[in-house]
């Protein structure tokens, strides 16, 4: 009687735990939504105020190179505070660093609203600091720590998701950027700038989110995609290990730990950066192209361009969060490679004058390999163990934030001798040049791995057949030679 009732008793304490792991999922997923929604409305603000705010400052000075300069300050403030980021995760919760960066965002539109015309230029200098930094700081926090939040099982899903939501939002902050400032003027855009800085903090203070404080030494750790993680842990012990036996006197270069936690994560992140140059060689070329195409109305060629641009990345994200429903799979390291060459060549190609149809195209091309390869990277740095995920993170975006705004000078000056098409064909050929060799990389550690299962396998088959009485090979020469 008794063992007739233990297989129904396991069958339903089975049910209950799948029921509550169902129910844990969903309301994860949902606070998650909420989450993005909140995200997608603080990006909103930011690619309103990247033009609303490089526009009145070239209105306030009427100086080009004012408006370099401030754009340069907001690159470099990124640039700082991905080197402290991961520091920052190791000892607060990701929670309070994405609440206070959007309180700080907010904070200093405030001030850039109330400055007098004699403290106008330091507002700006104050509103491009703070804005780089804090962009730089939400964005580390909230990808870093995604696997806590919805699980390993859920990246690709969970960053497919958000970066839907950033696309949309950069689509809508750029349409509606000079028809915001042309209406209600500038104090008017900067309070709608405000407006959304203070939504995504509300949304993040009413929301339960995981992630920071090393994540407690959980998440990544355990959970680990192939051997990444378990390689991770091994770099993450040197790391604070050795340290913690100093008495934490000897500086650790951690963020280079963690890219060496996984083979063909450094090169990963430095094809990351020169990816971000090759863009910042088509976002200084498009006013140039399209000005010679239209020189009456160059914004509509632009305008068209990226809209077109963000339907592919849409588009491409809608298919793999289905993807990774279907699968359970994330999109890989390949992926990564692959669609760098695609996005890069496609970017190249759209300078190269063809007719509008089969540029618009190219430019739906160029979006949805652009989706592929920001889920790609970013599931794949995910990977990581959760004390090394926010340095790896944080290391991320100062290379690509070096990338860009090198990529914007050099571009620049380029631009004056060189026509767009060449410019961006150098910019993006490179990004090319790189994807090639990590993906040479990514193939020559995949048969190193084929073979060294390969190798396992034989040898456990050889130690089975030995071990069987009922084969004669070796045992029957044994035997006879007895």
Not at 341 to 369: D, E, R, W
Request: aromatic share 8%.
């Amino acid at each position: 009687m008794g063992s007739a009732d233990g297989p129904k008793a396991d069958e339903a304490d089975g049910g209950a735990r799948r029921f509550r792991e169902a129910r844990d999922t969903a309301v994860s997923e949902r606070r998650f939504r909420f989450l993005v929604a909140g995200y997608a409305v603080s990006s909103y603000g930011t690619f309103l105020n990247m033009v609303a705010l490089n526009l009145f400052v070239y209105e306030t000075t009427g100086r080009a190179l004012a408006m370099g300069l401030f754009m340069a300050v907001r690159l470099a403030s990124g640039f700082v505070a991905g080197l402290v980021v991961g520091g920052l995760l190791a000892r607060f919760s990701a929670k309070n660093i994405m609440l206070w960066a959007n309180v700080g965002q907010g904070a200093v539109m405030l001030v850039l609203i109330l400055a007098p015309d004699g403290l106008l230029t330091g507002a700006l200098m104050a509103v491009s600091v703070v804005i780089g930094a804090c962009g730089t700081l939400f964005m580390v926090a909230l990808r870093s720590s995604i696997p806590e939040m919805v699980g390993e099982d859920r990246r690709a899903w969970a960053n497919s998701l958000s970066i839907t939501g950033r696309s949309l939002a950069m689509v809508a902050g750029f349409a509606s950027a000079g028809v915001v400032v042309s209406l209600v003027g500038y104090t008017a855009a900067f309070v709608v700038d405000m407006a959304t800085f203070v939504a995504c903090a509300v949304t993040v203070a009413l929301l339960p989110i995981a992630g920071g404080k090393g994540a407690d030494g959980k998440g990544g750790d355990a959970k680990g995609a192939g051997g990444t993680a378990a390689e991770g842990s091994g770099a993450e012990k040197d790391a604070s290990g050795a340290a913690s036996a100093k008495g934490g006197r000897r500086w650790r270069p951690v963020a280079f730990l963690a890219l060496a936690a996984a083979p063909g994560m450094g090169l990963m992140v430095a094809l990351r950066g020169v990816d971000a140059f090759g863009s910042s060689s088509h976002n200084a070329a498009l006013p140039i192209y399209s000005t010679s195409l239209d020189a009456s109305n160059p914004a509509v060629f632009v305008s068209a361009f990226w809209c077109v641009w963000a339907l592919g990345n849409i588009g491409a994200q809608q298919v793999i969060q289905r993807y990774a429903q279907r699968t359970g799979r994330s999109v890989g390291a390949l992926g990564f490679g692959y669609g760098t060459v695609v996005m890069s060549a496609a970017f190249i190609a759209a300078f190269a004058g063809f007719p509008l149809a089969v540029t618009a195209v190219i430019a739906l091309i160029a979006g949805a390999a652009d989706g592929l390869t920001e889920v790609a990277y970013t599931s794949h740095l995910q990977t990581l163990p959760a004390t090394l995920r926010g340095h790896a993170f944080g290391l991320s975006a100062t290379f690509e934030n070096l990338g860009f705004g090198v990529g914007m000078i050099l571009v620049a000056a380029a631009l004056d001798r060189f026509s767009p098409l060449a410019v961006v064909g150098w910019s993006h050929g490179a990004a090319i040049v790189v994807a090639v060799v990590f993906l040479l990389r990514v193939a020559g550690v995949r048969r190193a791995e084929r073979a060294g299962r390969a190798g396992r396998a034989g040898l456990r088959k050889e130690e089975a057949v030995e071990g069987r009485p009922d084969r004669g090979d070796r045992d029957g020469a044994e035997v006879s030679g007895g």
